[in-house]
């Protein structure tokens, strides 16, 4: 019965103190309870008792009930359900009419017997000994039947070394990362070995249920998780806790890397490594920037997605000959962006000084982004019709175009069908998400993600971050350099030399000092030099001009590597030649005389001088004789001989310090 009963055991759950109730009337409203720890007994309110059973504080517990270990009311069991509802209103008959007629319990169950029409009954009337049991069982409010999932053997099927074999054998094979075994091979494994070893006859198999229900009790419930590669198991393992909740417009802004399955005309040629670059606002579900790139995506991409996230896109719509007025942007709160290189390094953190926070995911975990990876798959579940694709049953790369003749589009045609797609089909969808918070925010409106930006931003009067000033955006997209300024090379950055017109006024401003250099890793041409009032001068490369191409100072440098060429021979003759040089250097020279008087070095350079000057004209009046085509007479020859014995040699006069010699 459903009422506390002498003996009954009161079990308090937080400091397990045990009542045992030696007098269940209530006297003043109180009842006795007899407390086991202090050997006293107490009364107590029974409202209190009442209250506390129900709320699960005090566990009420009979001697002699035994509650089943399945509860029938999780059993999903119709004909239960019938069975126990024939049942309990018998045993109430069977109760009245012992009481109303003062017989016994026998003579009342007879005469409920014969008054029970069996044409109605829903089920066969109970026997005696069955009533009797049910009586007993309503008695020790225990249900009256428990139901056939706790009918059956308790004890283990198998003995304990069968279990601990199977334990041992799936941790040591199958539950390792990336098994070869199957869970098939591991039942045959064990089944082989347990024969071998006599643990079970040869006629009996251990079957792959028992075997896989010990795994899951043993090892867990998951039997894919341990198997799986760690860096990818969070993404296909991931739990859905709570949806992202937002509640204003760019509070949250989703940016990821899509490779688009396509075989794309570039200016340069065909291509199928184009990516695009977007994202999404996840309040209102709107594209807010956008940005393709021809190759991996690098920093300078992400940052330019993020510039188009910032600024106005009308002149971008009209250059793509599209009318429209859904151009969405602003200054997002918080940027998600993935583990991608792109999303890394110093421009990246910058972002903090414009007020954005950017929140990086962890690698192979797409679930933290949802909403832009639910745009990426409905992207190109859209425009997989159009010429070019490689997707073959929503796989991306199962077609080959070429094979096909299918002609590839160009660039700037499948740009367009994007953003007309995000426009014109995408913006005005109707989102499921979008419809539901109708129970959390009733105030929002717009099923679709266009009618919920426009009722947010110019119904309801939300507003939107503004952007930031450009010449902030282009300070926080150049790295910060620290440099000295130099009146002959200017600035001087990996290699190259930065100059021109302003140089002039840097030196007289900041002199040959250290200044603050802005580079853009992805111009080589110029820098700027951080000035008065934080005014950006530009310096040009030396060695650029108008017709210079735009690289990058990694592609500028490597440019400079493959213009250098590498001749073999002329190395190899080089290094000869310095070998040589370095031997001759290295050789000890033979000693000076030291007897006499020791002259000094520039009388000794002067005579060398003298008599190499002369030893020069005997060579050359030998290798160039004089020839005359009519010979000198005698005469003419002696007219012309003259004799300088008498004449007075002219003083040696020293050329450095003047003094006659």
């Avoid at 086991?36 to 009979?62: C, M, P, Q, Y």
């Avoid at 009918?151 to 199977?166: Q, Y």
């Avoid at 204003?248 to 695009?276: I, K, M, N």
Wanted: proline share 6%; glycine share 6%.
């Amino acid at each position: 019965m459903k009422y506390l009963l002498r003996n009954d055991v009161l079990l308090v759950q937080l400091d397990g103190t045990r009542y045992i109730v030696t007098d269940a009337s209530p006297l003043a409203g109180r009842i006795r309870l007899f407390d086991e720890l202090t050997n006293r007994e107490d009364f107590v309110l029974e409202k209190d008792v009442r209250k506390a059973i129900a709320s699960g504080e005090w566990l009420h517990e009979r001697p002699g009930r035994q509650a089943p270990l399945v509860s029938p009311q999780v059993q999903n069991d119709p004909k239960l359900d019938t069975e126990t509802e024939y049942a309990l209103h018998i045993v109430r008959e069977v109760r009245r009419v012992a009481k109303m007629a003062s017989i016994s319990t026998r003579a009342a169950i007879e005469r409920v017997r014969g008054t029970r029409d069996k044409g109605r009954a829903p089920c066969r009337f109970p026997s005696n000994a069955t009533i009797y049991r049910l009586l007993t069982r309503e008695r020790n409010n225990v249900p009256l039947y428990s139901g056939n999932k706790n009918k059956g053997n308790r004890n283990p099927k198998r003995t304990k070394e069968v279990r601990r074999m199977v334990v041992d054998m799936a941790s040591k094979h199958f539950q390792q990362v990336q098994s070869r075994w199957t869970l098939h091979d591991l039942v045959d494994y064990i089944n082989a070995v347990a024969v071998v070893e006599g643990i079970i006859p040869p006629k009996d198999r251990i079957s792959r249920e028992y075997v896989r229900d010990v795994i899951v009790a043993e090892l867990g419930p998951d039997l894919e998780i341990d198997r799986m590669d760690p860096r990818t198991a969070n993404s296909f393992k991931a739990i859905a806790k709570a949806p992202i909740v937002t509640s204003y417009l760019l509070e949250r802004v989703e940016q990821d890397a899509l490779h688009l399955p396509w075989r794309v005309v570039t200016p340069d040629g065909v291509s199928h490594h184009v990516y695009w670059l977007h994202a999404i606002d996840c309040y209102s579900g709107m594209p807010v920037g956008w940005k393709m790139v021809v190759g991996s995506p690098r920093v300078t991409d992400s940052l330019q997605c993020i510039e188009s996230i910032l600024y106005s896109k009308a002149e971008y719509f009209e250059s793509l000959g599209l009318t429209t007025g859904k151009d969405c942007h602003g200054t997002p709160q918080m940027l998600v962006l993935d583990n991608g290189g792109e999303n890394k390094g110093e421009r990246i953190k910058k972002l903090a000084h414009l007020g954005i926070e950017v929140m990086h995911c962890k690698a192979n975990t797409p679930q933290e982004k949802p909403y832009i990876e639910r745009l990426n798959r409905s992207l190109k579940q859209a425009l997989q019709t159009l010429h070019g694709c490689t997707r073959f049953d929503d796989v991306d790369g199962m077609r080959d175009p070429e094979e096909l003749n299918d002609l590839p589009m160009t660039m700037e045609a499948l740009e367009k069908w994007i953003v007309r797609w995000y426009m014109e089909d995408w913006a005005n969808k109707v989102l499921k998400r979008l419809l539901m918070t109708v129970f959390t925010e009733p105030s929002a409106r717009g099923n679709t993600p266009w009618k919920r930006w426009h009722h947010s931003a110019e119904l309801r009067g939300q507003s939107v971050a503004l952007p930031p000033p450009f010449q902030e955006w282009q300070r926080t997209m150049y790295h910060y350099e620290r440099r000295i300024l130099s009146r002959k090379t200017g600035i001087t950055y990996r290699t190259f030399c930065f100059k021109g017109d302003a140089l002039t006024r840097l030196i007289s401003i900041y002199g040959e000092n250290y200044v603050d250099v802005l580079v853009d890793p992805d111009d080589f041409r110029r820098v700027f030099v951080l000035g008065p009032n934080e005014e950006l001068i530009p310096l040009v490369n030396t060695y650029a001009d108008e017709a210079t191409l735009g690289y990058s100072f990694d592609q500028a440098l490597q440019v400079l590597n493959e213009a250098e060429e590498e001749d073999a021979i002329g190395e190899a003759e080089r290094l000869k030649f310095r070998i040589a040089l370095f031997h001759a250097s290295a050789a000890i020279a033979p000693p000076r005389p030291t007897a006499g008087k020791k002259s000094s070095h520039p009388k000794t350079s002067k005579e060398t001088s003298v008599n190499a000057k002369k030893s020069q004209a005997v060579e050359r009046a030998k290798n160039a004789p004089l020839t005359q085509s009519v010979k000198a007479s005698a005469s003419e020859l002696e007219a012309v001989c003259m004799d300088f014995d008498d004449v007075e040699t002219l003083p040696v006069i020293d050329r450095r310090s003047g003094d006659a010699g």
